[in-house]
């Protein structure tokens, strides 16, 4: 990557960082308190701010979650934030979470403030071919009609 093109996306990582902030008031310190008790690698900024933006704008009502983390959080933090403004906003996240001992972390170090919002199950993963595409999808997804995914 040339010299220019890093130092546009510090530029574009350091905007979403600050309008992340800006957003959802206070998620800097639920960021920086998760990614300290946990062993994930977490979300960049540019992908974090883009999700945010986007419940803002079409607000979901079930968001299916694939991988529990730092971006299980700060998804949690903006719902509550709406919820705030808007009180009649409902919205549940399924968090997929594939390895036991990742899912055991994950539940224990869930914030009790999100738990009204967020849950987390163990669905392991299962090889997905479809044509000439592969890859691998989580068992035992809770069926609901989710509006909202998010991959990170």
């Not at 992340?20 to 977490?42: A, C, E, H, M, W």
């Not at 959080?73 to 036991?100: D, F, G, N, R």
């Not at 967020?118 to 090889?127: F, P, T, Y």
Request: net charge positive; with cysteine; proline share 5%.
């Amino acid at each position: 990557m040339s010299v220019f093109i890093s130092k546009i996306y510090a530029l574009y990582h350091y905007y979403c960082k600050f309008r992340l902030n800006q957003i959802v008031p206070g998620v800097q310190r639920v960021i920086d308190d998760y990614s300290s008790k946990s062993q994930s690698t977490g979300t960049k900024y540019p992908t974090l701010y883009r999700a945010v933006k986007s419940i803002y704008i079409n607000k979901p009502k079930w968001i299916l979650e694939c991988g529990t983390g730092t971006s299980t959080l700060v998804l949690a933090e903006a719902i509550l934030m709406m919820q705030k403004t808007t009180p009649s906003y409902q919205c549940k996240i399924i968090s997929m979470e594939s390895i036991p001992k990742w899912n055991e972390m994950a539940n224990h170090l869930l914030p009790k403030k999100y738990c009204d919002i967020v849950e987390i199950c163990l669905g392991e993963r299962e090889k997905y071919e479809y044509s000439m595409f592969r890859g691998f999808s989580h068992s035992n997804v809770p069926q609901h009609p989710y509006d909202f995914v998010f991959l990170d």
